[in-house]
């Protein structure tokens, strides 16, 4: 059989009406707000009316190992595994983040999973969509360009033009515009500064979006941004330039989660989708809580490996939200194993137990910290590669149960929900006799905001301990000091290693994290550590996806994936 990439799968299958769909988990004609004919908009509103009193089903939490160039597939079979539970005659509804046209056009590529396991329209997911980021991008820059105009008119509220730290914000990977110089021109064209973008899915307006639970609260959330500080060092907020009821306007349709599905029709939210290596990496609490209200069961994912994704899930999400997951299923492959092993990307298909068992480490400390941080029953799911060996399989298998963790073979890429029914019997089973009583949060809300940073470091990412540079002790002080001590900490780390440092891979011994800047994301609500060189805007490979992506006459796109 000749081989289909993944818009040419998604491109062959027959879509439902996304009004069947809807049906299909009892919402109306008149509940739907329609984008074309497989896209919709659902009013959060249902959640204080028609669904007030109806019990939550069971949260699903898909994760990951930290991410190689190998490959993990965490949406894929986040998209299967729904597939596989609808298959095996479950009322369940899959969430997820909405892509960013950076990875899509960059390295990553697109976020709507692959193979047979994908949401669709997937050329519409992972490019404009339903328009949510743009409207994102607009109420983030809105904000930028009433700061600037109020310096220019005469700077009332006594803005330090040095310390502004809001920046504007663009939806791709464009480092050119990391650090920029405006306002030039002459007194008609502004007050020159140092300015600077950040990519949209980075803006803490898409944060306090993805965590607030109706339109007053983010119009509440929007106006506690703190923009920068007077001359005298006072904060200066959203809500001090009357910005956030125009910034609100601009967000009251982006506030509504979108409903498509899944190949074989199983019902999906794609709402919000901030960086997980930058911000909170999940998608909205609206759009999770509706798949709760509206399915039996509920799976989501959270982003990169659950050293940021599932930490920022639990202690940001869930901690703001007030639920917590039934079953966490921790993805990898054989293939990422032993790259983190120490092989190269060429030969990851030959036959290795020495590398794989040396990057094993890697997917047992983040076994380690679901069941035993957090308490929470965990499954392993194996995403199958056709070289994978038996003997390479064996290995994986034996080494988790050593650590009481079962572990399934997901082939959802080949099969698509077929492929994941093992894997969604053993999350059944671990639904079916699950204790949550004994979850706990990585650290607890009394805890200092450098404590909480050490508590990550050393026990989610087996660090010796924090290097927090002078600049960030004193913006901590700072931020403690306005009121905010008590707010969950988001980690901006690298994705690619359970340190600070994307070439130690496996489980890194010896180690510690450097924090050089901490900021507070008062609408969103927590504090921002910028560890290592993260970036807040990424740049372009030497060779872009982009350069693959093209459209014929007819509008067919290709090279998506």
């Given at each position: 059989m000749a081989f289909k990439s993944d818009i040419e799968i998604a491109q062959a299958t027959t879509m439902a009406p996304i009004g069947q769909i809807a049906a299909s988990i009892g919402l109306t004609e008149d509940e739907l707000?329609?984008?074309?004919?497989?896209?919709a908009k659902v009013d959060y509103n249902l959640l204080k009316t028609k669904y007030k009193d109806t019990p939550n089903g069971k949260l699903i939490l898909v994760t990951a190992i930290n991410p190689t160039p190998a490959g993990e597939g965490k949406t894929t079979t986040t998209v299967g595994l729904g597939d596989a539970l609808h298959r095996l005659g479950k009322k369940v509804v899959i969430a997820l983040r909405e892509p960013s046209l950076g990875p899509v056009f960059g390295?990553?590529?697109g976020a709507a999973g692959g193979g047979y396991a994908q949401v669709v329209p997937m050329e519409d997911i992972n490019l404009h969509f339903t328009g949510d980021f743009h409207a994102i991008?607009?109420?983030n820059n809105l904000l930028a360009a009433m700061i600037d105009n109020h310096i220019y008119q005469g700077n009332a509220l006594q803005i330090d033009p040095r310390r502004i730290t809001w920046r504007r914000c663009v939806d791709m990977n464009d480092r050119q515009l990391r650090f920029i110089t405006d306002g030039l021109g002459g007194k008609a064209n502004g007050m020159p500064r140092e300015d600077g973008y950040d990519i949209t899915v980075a803006s803490e307006v898409m944060?306090?979006?993805?965590?607030?639970?109706d339109i007053l609260d983010l119009k509440a959330r929007l106006g506690r941004i703190i923009i920068g500080y007077t001359y005298s060092g006072q904060a200066v907020t959203a809500h001090d330039l009357k910005a956030e009821g125009a910034m609100t306007a601009l967000l009251k349709d982006a506030l509504k989660p979108n409903l498509v599905q899944t190949l074989e029709k199983t019902p999906a939210f794609i709402h919000g989708g901030p960086?997980?290596?930058i911000a909170h990496g999940c998608n909205s609490i609206t759009a999770t809580r509706m798949a709760l209200k509206l399915g039996d069961y509920a799976v989501t994912e959270a982003g990169f490996g659950a050293d940021l994704g599932a930490e920022k899930f639990l202690d940001i999400k869930c901690r703001m939200a007030g639920f917590v997951p039934s079953c966490v299923v921790i993805v990898a492959t054989v293939r990422a194993l032993k790259s983190h092993g120490g092989v190269d990307k060429a030969n990851l298909n030959e036959e290795n137990l020495e590398a794989l068992e040396k990057g094993l480490p890697n997917l047992l400390k983040h076994i380690e910290n679901v069941t035993k941080v957090w308490n929470l029953p965990a499954v392993v799911a194996i995403n199958a590669f056709p070289t994978d060996t038996q003997k390479e399989l064996e290995l994986v298998e034996q080494k988790c149960r050593e650590m009481g963790v079962h572990v399934a073979l997901s082939q959802v890429w080949a099969k698509g929900g077929e492929g994941g029914e093992e894997l969604a019997r053993e999350v059944l089973k671990l639904i079916d006799t699950a204790d949550l009583s004994h979850f706990q949060f990585t650290y607890p809300d009394e805890m200092g905001i450098a404590e909480k940073i050490e508590t990550?470091?050393?026990?989610?990412?087996?660090?010796d301990g924090v290097d927090i540079l002078p600049a960030a002790k004193k913006q901590i002080k700072q931020i403690?000091?306005?009121?905010?001590?008590?707010?969950?900490?988001?980690?901006?780390?690298?994705?690619?290693s359970?340190?600070?440092?994307?070439?130690?891979?496996?489980?890194?011994?010896?180690?510690?994290?450097?924090?050089?800047?901490?900021?507070?994301?008062?609408g969103a609500g927590f504090a921002v550590a910028l560890t290592g060189d993260i970036m807040t805007l990424p740049g372009l490979p030497k060779v872009p996806a982009a350069e693959h992506i093209d459209v014929d006459e007819a509008g067919k796109i290709s090279g998506l994936f």
């Open positions: 707000e329609y984008y074309g004919k497989y896209k390295v990553k590529g991008g607009a109420a944060a306090a979006l993805c965590l607030s639970s960086f997980a290596n990550i470091a050393k026990t989610i990412y087996g660090a403690e000091e306005m009121g905010f001590a008590h707010v969950p900490v988001c980690m901006a780390k690298t994705q690619y359970l340190s600070d440092d994307q070439k130690k891979k496996g489980r890194p011994q010896g180690f510690k994290i450097t924090v050089r800047n901490v900021k507070i994301s008062a």
